[in-house]
């Protein structure tokens, strides 16, 4: 079985009309003002049939927008509700206190994890402290962007040195922080 860990997916409008949420949400800015390549649901199955890939895990961004990081939580469910035997959905948090009733709603979505988790601005690692519990009651993976200081630079690099991740890295998920398992994003292109 092949299976791809790291992809991202986001709704058509979203893909159709970049250039309306780039100027919503900062991240998506910082990532997406470029040429970088957007797909949806529909993109990623016919690219994992073309590559010959049986299983995608489907990652959503950290976005800053709420209604966003809502929308595209939302997107990843009913991904893995039309191809559940293809795409399994990591979702993400927004910060402070809404971040709790999120992951409980993800869960009774059948989500399978959480990611790709920023250490960047936004959503600092103090935020997960709190969530350790929960996270650890439902058993969900956690995945974090994190890069070290090598090879080339792309946008988002500088906002996530692995300093910032490596609590989560340790197998007891560090003082206070979830003990769950835990996928790293290291690296660069």
């Known amino acids: 079985m092949i299976v791809d860990f790291h992809t991202h997916i986001v709704p058509p409008r979203i893909k159709e009309k970049r250039e309306l949420y780039l100027d919503r949400d900062p991240y998506f800015h910082m990532l997406y003002s470029g040429n970088a390549r957007l797909a949806t649901a529909e993109?990623?199955?016919?690219?994992?049939?073309?590559?010959?890939?049986?299983?995608?895990?489907?990652?959503?961004?950290?976005?800053?927008?709420?209604?966003?990081?809502?929308e595209t939580n939302d997107y990843?469910?009913?991904?893995?509700?039309?191809?559940p035997a293809r795409i399994v959905g990591f979702g993400v948090l927004p910060p402070g206190e809404a971040a709790l009733s999120e992951l409980e709603r993800?869960?009774?979505?059948?989500?399978?994890?959480?990611?790709?988790?920023?250490?960047?601005?936004?959503?600092?690692?103090?935020?997960?402290?709190?969530?350790?519990?929960?996270?650890?009651?439902h058993g969900l993976p956690l995945l974090f962007h994190a890069s070290e200081p090598v090879g080339h630079d792309y946008p988002g690099?500088?906002?996530?040195?692995?300093?910032?991740?490596?609590?989560?890295?340790?197998?007891?998920?560090?003082?206070?922080?979830p003990s769950t398992p835990s996928c790293p994003r290291w690296g660069r292109p």
């Open 157 to 177: 690099t500088p906002l996530s040195p692995p300093s910032r991740a490596s609590p989560l890295s340790w197998p007891t998920g560090g003082e206070g922080y």
């Open 43 to 70: 993109d990623l199955v016919a690219s994992m049939d073309e590559a010959g890939v049986d299983v995608s895990v489907a990652l959503n961004l950290p976005w800053q927008d709420r209604r966003l990081l809502r």
């Open 106 to 137: 993800l869960v009774q979505g059948g989500i399978q994890g959480l990611g790709e988790l920023s250490t960047g601005p936004g959503f600092g690692l103090e935020e997960l402290k709190g969530l350790g519990p929960a996270v650890r009651r």
């Open 76 to 83: 990843i469910l009913e991904a893995m509700a039309r191809y």
